[in-house]
């Protein structure tokens, strides 16, 4: 009785791995860079992906804990703020991209066109190029080149809709093929043309200042794919339900448990 027990007792671990191996690959497939911002490392916030694609903290920006959706966010207060990543292959190659993150404005737009991430190209910053609008009323101008496409001055409930300072929101701009899909808290609010083939290559990757001044917000959790999410994938990794990178060392635990667990 025993043995059988034993044996049961095997078969039902190894069932279980199996699957849940398979459902982090599932979920992981496609993530090239991940940012928790919860601390920083001499100067530098971790690629949480285990890529080793690290961003520099260039001046200014800062990691305040218990400030985040979870843990730690990031503040960019002035317009100087501004992180760097290098570049690398995926990044300089990626046609369908999916970029995920919390944001929280603190003060309104400047007039003029402040920046929150730019992924730059030789020759262009809209792989994509993610701004407030230049308008006071806060607003969302996702483009893509070549041809400048995107959203103009989107909102939590699409086109012309603004949103609130001091308040919490996902978004997530999801392009697939000529297609831009643009939600805000798990609701698509935007599906608009960009170029099928827009401009890549061997550029970095900003948050905050490039050529422009930064927005004035707080960042939280930064998904980069190279692959187009699903709707439900928009969902999942909002809601904290993306299982670790490494599933090996904690197969049953997701990011959100991790991220609240952490010291």
């Not at 990626?94 to 944001?103: G, P």
């Not at 020759?123 to 230049?134: E, K, L, Q």
């Not at 999942?236 to 060392?249: A, C």
Request: one cysteine or more; a negative charge.
């Amino acid at each position: 009785m025993r043995l059988v027990m034993y044996v049961l007792a095997v078969v039902l671990l190894i069932i279980g791995s199996a699957l849940t191996t398979h459902a982090a690959d599932v979920q992981d497939k496609g993530l090239i860079l991940y940012f928790s911002f919860d601390a920083e490392k001499g100067g530098k916030l971790v690629d949480e992906t285990g890529g080793g694609n690290d961003g520099k903290i260039v001046d200014g920006a800062k990691i305040v804990k218990d400030k985040g959706v979870y843990k730690g966010a990031m503040l960019f207060e002035k317009g100087a703020d501004s992180v760097e990543v290098d570049s690398f292959k995926e990044l300089e190659d990626y046609r369908d991209n999916s970029y995920l993150f919390w944001l929280n404005f603190t003060d309104p737009n400047s007039g003029g066109w402040d920046q929150i991430i730019a992924k730059k190209a030789p020759g262009s910053d809209r792989s994509p190029g993610i701004w407030t609008c230049n308008r006071v009323p806060l607003h969302i101008h996702y483009r893509f080149n070549p041809g400048n496409a995107g959203t103009h001055c989107a909102g939590p409930d699409g086109e012309n809709d603004t949103f609130d300072e001091n308040k919490w929101y996902h978004i997530a701009g999801v392009k697939e093929d000529a297609e831009l899909k643009f939600y805000v808290d798990g609701k698509e609010v935007v599906k608009i043309a960009v170029p099928k083939e827009h401009a890549q290559g061997a550029e970095k990757l900003y948050i905050g200042k490039t050529g422009y001044n930064a927005a004035k917000f707080w960042i939280d959790d930064l998904y980069v794919y190279d692959r187009a999410l699903s709707a439900k994938e928009v969902v999942n990794v909002m809601e904290g339900g993306l299982l670790p990178v490494e599933p090996q060392d904690k197969l049953s635990t997701t990011w959100g448990q991790l991220k609240r667990l952490r010291d």
